[in-house]
């Protein structure tokens, strides 16, 4: 009952001050135009002995507050460091629009769904040609070079070494677990040439302690945090020694310890479960996490990540989409995927803050995803991050890429552009790559690899009874009673079953 009052007496008290606000500001509008009026009042007074002034118009005094950007208000100070990049990267088209619709005096329209649009006399189709191509942003160039020394990283000689090494390492395993594919050693694979720098870019721009959720193309990542290449092969060969249990095909990974949640083979189921991990991140006390998805150009097509992004930009999810954009959805090109302006070039509809760069240049995929997480922890906002690069490989063991793009489309891709060229190039022009010792790395990894392969090949499956463990935190009867089911079944019918292969 006392609540009910209270609320009520809230309720009035509320509308009182509305009221006042509006009517205040009636009577500044009022003072202002009776200052101007006066102003022309004394300006004709004195108009025989002056020169004749141009008068502003009336409108001026009655300009619509400035529209908001995406950013902050274009002619206020810089909230922090990355805005200017940030600002530069994003279209500035639609603010424009509407400072020039609004310039005209006109007042804004009231509609809830469109609080910032004024009205205008004569339609004007917002056409998609009309607005520019959102720019890619580049630190280094195909020969090390970089463009502009002020976008230089600045990372030490021991951390360039480690993405290169680690990037190195990735395309290595990559070339051997390809072929053990082929050799029907293990079921599938994926392999990540060309993308390499995006994922190690990204990974070392980011806190450990950010959570994770990939695709399946972002081994990468788990390279740089520490996965090891037993964790590895492990897993594809699905054997006891697998964090997954081998309950997963392979390059399925997750580490729990790492903060890599597991791949799940449908696509774009990852991008909600980011927007909502990255909500309840921002609901904790002094939040220091973020959350990044991963996706292809592909995935960004699945109503998933339509429904992620539309999430996290009402409810303000400090989460990055970071986007690659490799060209190809198995054998659908990119420009068959969408008509707009790729997956950045949605940002906008969305509310969004949008950044698009080379992801074959690890420098400005590193900067791009320093600049992203602190826009998000800062603003607690989402971001689309787009890494522009192609993929070289076939997009699995299960595909034939030379079925739907010519070869000779490769070259450049493998050569000039391929992101770990560009990075050993930069490392000559200061004296940091010594070809000996790099080379001896690859063989070393090399080694790693094979004689991996040969221990996790003789690393028995995992106990079958796994297959029932895990879903609930305590087994429910019914899981209990299919499991013992099944134990007797196998005990009935030892011969039929390779018990020799799983664990006991
Ligand atoms: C819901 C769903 N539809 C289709 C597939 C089959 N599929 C697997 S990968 C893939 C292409 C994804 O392309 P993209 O997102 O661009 O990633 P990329 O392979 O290029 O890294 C498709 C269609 C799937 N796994 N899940
Ligand atoms: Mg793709």
């Avoid at 594919?181 to 694979?189: D, E, K, P």
């Avoid at 950010?210 to 092969?233: C, H, K, M, P």
């Avoid at 580490?255 to 921002?282: C, E, M, W």
């Amino acid at each position: 009952m006392f609540s009910q009052q209270a609320r009520g007496v809230y309720c009035v008290l509320h509308k009182i001050i509305r009221n006042l606000q509006q009517q205040f500001f009636h009577l500044f509008v009022q003072l202002l135009s009776g200052i101007n009026l006066s102003n022309q009042f004394l300006k004709a007074r004195f108009a025989a002995d002056e020169e004749p002034v141009a008068e502003p118009p009336l409108e001026e005094f009655f300009e619509p507050p400035a529209p908001m950007t995406l950013a902050v208000a274009p002619d206020a100070g810089l909230l922090w460091e990355g805005e200017a990049m940030l600002r530069s990267c994003l279209s500035s088209d639609t603010a424009t629009q509407q400072q020039q619709s609004s310039g005209n005096g006109t007042q804004h329209a009231k509609f809830p769904g469109a609080l910032e649009a004024s009205f205008v006399t004569s339609p004007k189709l917002a056409l998609p040609e009309s607005i520019e191509p959102i720019p890619i942003y580049r630190v280094m160039n195909s020969e090390g070079v970089i463009d502009d020394p002020s976008q230089e990283p600045k990372l030490d000689q021991a951390t360039i070494k480690k993405m290169f090494r680690d990037m190195v390492l990735l395309n290595t395993m990559d070339k051997i677990l390809y072929e053990s594919q082929r050799q029907g050693r293990i079921s599938f694979y994926m392999t990540n040439f060309g993308e390499e720098a995006s994922h190690i870019g990204s990974a070392a721009a980011l806190s450990p302690e950010d959570w994770v959720y990939g695709q399946y193309r972002e081994a990468g990542v788990l390279v740089w945090r520490g996965f090891t290449i037993s964790d590895f092969i492990n897993q594809c060969y699905g054997n006891a020694e697998d964090l997954g249990k081998g309950r997963q095909m392979p390059v399925h990974y997750g580490s729990r310890k790492l903060n890599f949640v597991t791949i799940s083979s449908p696509l774009g189921t990852q991008i909600p479960q980011a927007a909502g991990a990255a909500y309840a991140f921002k609901l904790q006390p002094n939040n220091q996490r973020c959350v990044i998805t991963y996706f292809g150009e592909g995935a960004a097509s699945e109503g998933d990540t339509h429904a992620a992004f539309n999430f996290a930009a009402t409810l303000d999810s400090p989460v990055i989409f970071f986007c690659r954009n490799n060209g190809f959805a198995i054998s659908t090109p990119s420009r068959e995927q969408y008509r707009g302006d790729g997956i950045a070039g949605r940002a906008a509809g969305y509310g969004m803050a949008a950044l698009r760069f080379d992801g074959t240049d690890v420098f400005a995929t590193y900067n791009a995803t320093k600049l992203a997480r602190e826009y998000v922890l800062r603003e607690n906002k989402p971001i689309i991050l787009e890494a522009m690069a192609y993929r070289i490989g076939h997009h699995s063991t299960s595909d034939d890429s030379t079925a739907y793009r010519p070869a000779e489309e490769l070259e450049i891709w493998n050569t000039v552009e391929h992101p770990i060229t560009k990075l050993k190039h930069y490392m000559l022009q200061r004296g940091w790559f010594d070809e000996k010792e790099e080379n001896e790395f690859v063989k070393s990894v090399r080694k790693q690899v094979l004689a991996q392969i040969n221990q996790s090949e003789r690393i028995p499956k995992p106990d079958w009874r796994e297959l029932f463990q895990d879903v609930y935190a305590e087994m429910p009867t019914h899981l209990k009673d299919q499991m013992r089911s099944m134990e007797e079944h196998v005990a009935q019918h030892r011969e039929h079953y390779p018990l020799k292969d799983f664990k006991q």
